[in-house]
């Protein structure tokens, strides 16, 4: 096809995959959910597997015998919580998309209880995480968040 492209001398076009997680609070506040979520806030299948570190001494793995569906929870630590901690999603990689880490603040989390996360993969060109952006539980733009 992209051969077809260059020999009628058409652009290819380049395209953008987004995809969302949703990090929150219970009500208890005594632990974390993720789930996949679509444009909507539905949610969304869109995950092989989540693998959450940081939170406790050993890294706790989606879906598990225990949990098999979303939303995921993983039960915070007595005493001290973490500053930080990492999710890692591994995709059904339909579209090759690779695996992603998004470091998650501890404190942004408590106060705002939910956090949506925006994931931006450039398809057509560099086959890499573009941008991760933050929304709040209110859906406001907080910020870029970090990835790797």
Known sequence: ??????KLDYQIPSWQIKKRIEVS???DMKSVEFKGVDSNGSPYELFKQINVIGLSDAPKKFPSDLQKKQPFKKKLPDGDRPE??????S???????????????MNQL????????LMVF??????KWEIVLMYD???????PAEFK
């Open 84 to 89: 930080f901690f990492d999710v890692r999603l």
């Open 25 to 27: 609070m219970t009500n």
């Open 110 to 117: 408590l106060i705002d209880t939910k956090q949506e996360y």
């Open 137 to 143: 539980g209110q859906k406001n733009l907080v910020g």
């Open 1 to 6: 096809m992209i051969k077809l492209f260059q």
């Open 122 to 127: 450039d398809a057509a060109n560099t086959g």
């Open 91 to 105: 995709f059904f990689e339909h579209y090759g998309e690779p695996d992603l880490t998004i470091k998650i603040e």
